[in-house]
């Protein structure tokens, strides 16, 4: 480990930049819908251990539906935890069929835990062997799920929980038990963390890395923050960083923000940023978890992070056996048909900054000397109004059958009345409008 340290302390001795090149994150303002996968020894157990099933009330820190969580939540000794390495065989995990799928349901770039707080990790760690290639399945789960994303132009990248490892024992634990001294933590910062992000960057060459803190007191001082990003830096000219590396002090040198655990912004924001969010109330995979959202409720986040600039980061937890839930690949596959005949108004579109009814998320963009404006209209009544002026705009039409949409100027503002043929065709109808002139600088039309 003596190595590691050395090799550490020359990269921080050169004191690399830590700000990315703008142009980096231009392919994630445009890709808008990324998929999440939660994956992990946590799986095998779905939710349920000893009896008892997450969330369940009475025990003292059971409460919560994130399966991902159950050891810590349902108080599994640490041996025992561990013991779940020698279940874990997946023998449908399929990284070829993932991309694929994904690819073919519209996703533009895949995120995948490489390790969680309980500090299992899916590739063949030279750090820790508490990992997959310990294990019957014996396996580097990223070595194969970065070869086909390359294989299908899919970006990638790693959530790595540098903060939380239950395993290591220096590093950091939930906030109702006894906390690390910073001195102990440090142990695990460089024994640990620090050096398997390295690996990461090193072999895997991610698009991004997904860094997990949320609003409370964590041990990632601003001088463990700026040591990470130029620990990054230094190993990718391209790596993205997420806000969440330092949720309450991000700086300014992190490449887009990172809202709550379904958090949705009711407003334009300047910085790049996403949501992560969940098809369920669990993350990982929970065999009790029975909330599924419908398809159309999630391209309703999915555009409205589209009209305010950001994107959607939608997860799946797996099955232990590697499989996809069926209920997960239908709503995918849901999302993917509507994105086909849509996605025009979502992929590349820039936010309008225009205050607009509730139920009405508008996007924009140029495209071979052309102006478009986007208008998707969830749940819709049958008219609407923008407060726009209707002489800007050229033609208007259904984007996904080129049906003509008749509008007119009403007091200033332009009125639409959506044509009755739209309603059997689904709840999220997007209109098409051809603007006349440029979109001004600043967007606002």
């Known amino acids: 480990m003596l190595g590691a340290f050395l090799c550490l302390n020359c990269v921080f001795a050169q004191h690399p930049k830590l700000s990315l090149d703008l142009q980096e994150a231009e392919w994630f303002k445009e890709a808008k819908f990324g998929l999440f996968i939660h994956w992990g020894l946590y799986s095998i157990l779905g ?6 099933t997450l969330p369940d009330p009475s025990l003292p820190q059971g409460e919560s539906w994130y399966a991902e969580w159950i050891q810590m939540r349902l108080g599994i000794p640490d041996k025992e935890y561990r013991a779940l390495a020698q279940q874990f065989n997946p023998v449908n995990f399929d990284a070829d069929q993932w991309i694929k799928e994904a690819k073919e349901d519209g996703i533009r770039y895949f995120v995948i835990t490489s390790k969680h707080h309980d500090g299992f990790a899916l590739w063949d760690s030279q750090v820790s062997d508490f990992n997959s290639m310990h294990t019957p399945f014996k396996r580097d789960i990223l070595a194969e799920l970065v070869a086909a994303c390359k294989k299908y132009g899919m970006k990638y990248g790693f959530y790595y929980s540098h903060w939380q490892d239950w395993e290591d024992p220096n590093g950091a634990l939930p906030y109702w038990m006894p906390k690390r001294s910073d001195a102990d933590f440090e142990k695990y910062w ?28 964590t041990h990632i001082t601003e001088k463990r923050r700026d040591e990470l990003i130029a620990l990054v830096r230094a190993n990718s000219k391209k790596c993205l960083i997420n806000g969440r590396i330092s949720f309450l002090n991000p700086g300014e040198n992190i490449d887009f923000l990172e809202m709550h655990d379904n958090q949705y912004p009711d407003k334009i924001l300047s910085k790049p940023w996403q949501t992560p969010a969940t098809m369920t109330k669990s993350w990982a995979w929970h065999a009790h978890d029975f909330n599924w959202k419908s398809s159309c409720e999630m391209l309703g986040y999915l555009v409205n992070n589209t009209s305010k600039g950001g994107n959607y980061l939608l997860n799946i937890g797996p099955k232990p056996d590697g499989s996809f839930p069926a209920a997960a690949i239908r709503r995918l596959r849901e999302m993917g048909g509507w994105l086909y005949a849509n996605g025009e108004a979502v992929y590349g579109a820039k936010p309008v900054p225009l205050a607009v009814g509730e139920g009405i998320f508008l996007t924009q963009k140029e495209e071979n000397g052309n102006s478009y404006l986007y208008i998707s209209i969830s749940n819709p009544s049958g008219k609407i109004d923008l407060p726009i002026d209707a002489k800007r705009i050229g033609s208007c039409e259904v984007l996904e059958t080129g049906q003509p949409v008749p509008y007119r100027e009403v007091k200033g503002a332009t009125h639409i009345e959506l044509p009755k043929e739209v309603f059997p065709i689904t709840s999220l109808i997007v209109l098409k409008a051809k603007l006349t002139g440029k979109i001004p600088e600043g967007g606002s039309l």
């Open 47 to 52: 939710g349920t251990y000893n009896g008892h």
């Open 190 to 217: 460089q024994g640990k963390s620090l050096p398997q992000v390295k690996e990461l960057l090193q072999k895997f060459d991610p698009d991004l890395l997904w860094f997990d803190t949320w609003d409370e007191e």
